[in-house]
């Protein structure tokens, strides 16, 4: 059984249609990177998977249960909303820590609320949480004494703290110099594993090259191909593919 069953997820701004029936699977342990251009739809997919945003048409199905229908007539509950986003942890591009608390105290303020623990419990996977992105000396620090990368990193933490069942990140290195991009990468990575699975949204292809399972090329608010890393990258089908793939390897 699939962790994740994305179907038909359409989605529109107005007049704009902006994901045209995005349908894939998604299985536990596995890394998918989603590339293209921007406006593209990636985003907005990653977005509508959250439940920041919602699509008009679809389903999303996590563990075998449908989480989301658009063409139920039935409107969900917030307590619905915000149990079904659970399943994720997202990993914005721009940090969004929280600037008035400690790394620990942003780390740890979700499952707080949540009651997922004794405070004591909590705050032990929080520091081995912090530790694991390599930032056990800054449990004191606030998110303005951190570098973009060191902040990426907490942000990284604090998306794993629930546990999610699918860790999104939504292009974790594009608001980062050159300098600090692999730092994060090199977390990223170390998070692969049996029991992980990530969507990861990305403009880093040698990354996503290495790191995937499976690719996802969208372009015009649609899938124009997908597969193995070998597949999408070394033997694309589509010419639109081939063309944005010459264009994006020149930068390496």
Known sequence: MSVLEISNIRKNFGKTEVLKGISFTLEKGEVLSIIGSSGSGKTTLLRCLNFLEFAEKGT???????????????????????????????????????????????????PTLLKRG??????????????????????????CELSGGQQQRVAIARALALNPDILCFDEPTSALDPALTGEVLKVIKGLKSSDRTMIVVTHEMEFAKIVSDKVIFMA???????????????????????????TSFEKF
């Not at 992105?133 to 800054?138: F, P, Q």
């Not at 608010?221 to 944005?244: H, L, M, W, Y």
């Open 60 to 110: 999303i199905s996590v563990n075998g249960s449908v989480i989301f229908d658009g063409d139920s007539t039935k409107k969900m509950t917030d307590s619905e909303i915000r149990s079904n986003r659970l399943h994720f942890g997202l990993v914005f591009q721009s940090f969004n820590l929280f600037p008035q608390y400690s790394v620990l105290k942003n780390v740890m303020l979700a």
């Open 118 to 143: 004794t405070p004591e419990e909590i705050e032990a996977n929080a520091k081995a949480l912090i530790d694991r992105v390599g930032l056990s000396d800054k449990l004191d620090s606030y998110p």
């Open 220 to 246: 015009n608010g649609v899938i124009e191909e997908q597969g193995t890393p070998e597949e999408v990258f070394d033997n694309p089908k589509s010419d639109i593919t081939r063309a944005f793939l010459s």
